[in-house]
């Protein structure tokens, strides 16, 4: 796996500057902020400011602005604090929910709970130069989760260093305010460690290290780019932690955008990992995806299958599982997702958890969000295989 990811990185290299010399002189004085955003992945990596942090970021640029106006003939580059730098821009949101359970011992289930609180702020250095900071709260729990900075001068390279989403499966970089479910699905939990069930290390799918990524062949016709390259070093310890062996985890994706909105996605992983008794163990993943966004519609369906190290050292060393999601817009107010989702634990039919998902949501104005979600389980791990399940979370941003 590093061969591949070696040699995908080398010729994806070789190409960029060819790629550079045909892009036009006008294309890369495009502000960084103004271009479309890859960093992390589709949809953006916050779902924008709300009704208090956009009054904040206004009064800001409005401020900023009016010290240090722009010379004639320069770049508006938006959130102006001088010619160098954007003046920061703020966001925040929280998610309450409800949970309700008829599995056997559940006890009705968790009822009300805090399912987050958010706060973020990013911006722009040098015009190239992007940064983003976010922090979360789970009840009394604080913790970071993004901090870094991204070189992206050119569509075809850019250089992140700090902590972020690891670039495997597509629906792992979504928002909770963007995934159209209460959850992510079971392959993101537990194969792109969201959750704790990576050697006991809840992560939400991030790591500490360095990216290079980038878009590559653009199309005549609309401009869409044919294909998006992501090559991780990361720790491999998870989120706001250091490495613990000196090993590397290695992860990449290629991308391919045939038709604009429609990707076909491949990822790979390889690294190891040291849990908290020093034990430590390798771990392969890889998936297939395919995602189409347009006009409001939503079909993602995934696979991965991993090999190494799973959650609680359970079973034969191997896991794979699978999802689709279908997103229809019935209103300008209403969207309803279907998600049919499936893991197998031990990659045996008879370690098989499956979830079968009905989830409208409605969303009442841009700051507001109300989502209902049913989930009918069939777990072929417990003596009661089958429970139902009934989730109401409230989204806002502030």
Same mark, same amino acid.
């Given at each position: 796996?590093?061969?591949?990811?070696?040699?995908?990185?080398?010729?994806?290299?070789?190409?960029?500057?060819?790629?550079?010399?045909?892009?036009?002189?006008?294309?890369?004085?495009?502000?960084?902020?103004?271009?479309?955003?890859?960093?992390?992945?589709?949809?953006?990596?916050?779902?924008?400011?709300?009704?208090?942090?956009?009054?904040?970021?206004?009064?800001?640029?409005?401020?900023?602005?009016?010290?240090?106006?722009?010379?004639?003939?320069?770049?508006?580059?938006?959130?102006?604090?001088?010619?160098?730098?954007?003046?920061?821009?703020?966001?925040?949101?929280?998610?309450?929910?409800?949970?309700?359970?008829?599995?056997?011992?559940?006890?009705?289930?968790?009822?009300?709970?805090?399912?987050?609180?958010?706060?973020?702020?990013?911006?722009?250095?040098?015009?190239?130069?992007?940064?983003?900071?976010?922090?979360?709260?789970?009840?009394?729990?604080?913790?970071?989760?993004?901090?870094?900075?991204?070189?992206?001068?050119?569509?075809?390279?850019?250089?992140?260093?700090?902590? @972020?989403?690891? #670039?495997?499966?597509?629906?792992?970089? $979504?928002?909770?305010?963007?995934?159209?479910? *209460?959850? !992510? &699905?079971?392959?993101?939990?537990?194969?792109?460690?969201?959750?704790?069930?990576?050697?006991?290390?809840?992560?939400?799918?991030?790591?500490?290290?360095?990216?290079?990524?980038?878009?590559?062949?653009?199309?005549?016709?609309?401009?869409?780019?044919?294909?998006?390259?992501?090559?991780?070093?990361?720790?491999?310890?998870?989120?706001?932690?250091?490495?613990?062996?000196?090993?590397?985890?290695?992860?990449?994706?290629?991308?391919?955008?045939?038709?604009?909105?429609?990707?076909?996605?491949?990822?790979?992983?390889?690294?190891?990992?040291?849990?908290?008794?020093?034990?430590?163990?390798?771990?392969?993943?890889?998936?297939?995806?395919?995602?189409?966004?347009?006009?409001?519609?939503?079909?993602?369906?995934? @696979?991965?299958? #991993?090999?190494?190290?799973?959650?609680? $050292?359970?079973?034969?060393?191997?896991?794979? *599982?699978? !999802? &689709?999601?279908?997103?229809?817009?019935?209103?300008?107010?209403?969207?309803?997702?279907?998600?049919?989702?499936?893991?197998?634990?031990?990659?045996?039919?008879?370690?098989?958890?499956?979830?079968?998902?009905?989830?409208?949501?409605?969303?009442?104005?841009?700051?507001?969000?109300?989502?209902?979600?049913?989930?009918?389980?069939?777990?072929?791990?417990?003596?009661?295989?089958?429970?139902?399940?009934?989730?109401?979370?409230?989204?806002?941003?502030?």
């Amino acid at each position: 796996m590093r061969k591949i990811l070696s040699t995908v990185f080398v010729a994806t290299l070789a190409t960029l500057p060819m790629w550079a010399e045909n892009e036009e002189t006008q294309e890369l004085n495009v502000p960084a902020e103004e271009r479309i955003e890859t960093s992390e992945f589709e949809p953006n990596g916050t779902p924008g400011a709300g009704f208090i942090t956009e009054l904040v970021n206004n009064s800001l640029e409005s401020a900023f602005q009016s010290a240090a106006p722009a010379p004639a003939g320069t770049p508006q580059l938006g959130r102006k604090l001088t010619d160098y730098a954007s003046a920061p821009k703020f966001g925040g949101y929280f998610i309450s929910k409800y949970a309700y359970s008829d599995q056997d011992g559940a006890k009705g289930g968790t009822g009300f709970s805090q399912r987050l609180v958010r706060l973020y702020v990013d911006g722009t250095i040098l015009t190239d130069f992007k940064y983003r900071i976010q922090m979360q709260v789970n009840n009394s729990t604080f913790h970071m989760k993004d901090y870094f900075v991204e070189w992206s001068h050119w569509k075809e390279l850019a250089v992140k260093v700090g902590q @972020y989403k690891r #670039a495997f499966l597509f629906e792992n970089p $979504y928002n909770p305010w963007d995934v159209g479910a *209460g959850e !992510y &699905a079971q392959i993101v939990t537990n194969l792109a460690a969201t959750s704790d069930k990576d050697g006991n290390v809840g992560n939400g799918g991030r790591d500490q290290g360095l990216q290079v990524q980038g878009d590559l062949f653009p199309a005549k016709s609309d401009g869409h780019r044919f294909l998006h390259y992501q090559l991780q070093v990361m720790n491999g310890q998870g989120i706001n932690s250091g490495d613990k062996n000196g090993h590397k985890d290695f992860i990449g994706s290629l991308q391919f955008q045939p038709v604009k909105d429609l990707f076909i996605g491949i990822f790979g992983w390889t690294g190891d990992y040291v849990d908290n008794a020093g034990v430590e163990t390798d771990r392969n993943r890889w998936a297939a995806s395919v995602k189409y966004e347009h006009n409001d519609w939503t079909v993602r369906a995934e @696979y991965a299958h #991993a090999q190494g190290l799973l959650a609680n $050292y359970q079973g034969n060393g191997k896991a794979d *599982g699978w !999802y &689709a999601t279908v997103g229809v817009p019935c209103t300008p107010w209403l969207k309803v997702y279907g998600k049919y989702d499936a893991y197998r634990a031990d990659k045996t039919w008879g370690s098989t958890k499956t979830i079968y998902s009905i989830i409208p949501n409605f969303q009442i104005h841009k700051n507001l969000m109300m989502q209902l979600q049913y989930n009918h389980v069939h777990n072929r791990n417990l003596v009661h295989k089958d429970y139902n399940e009934l989730w109401a979370e409230l989204y806002v941003r502030f």
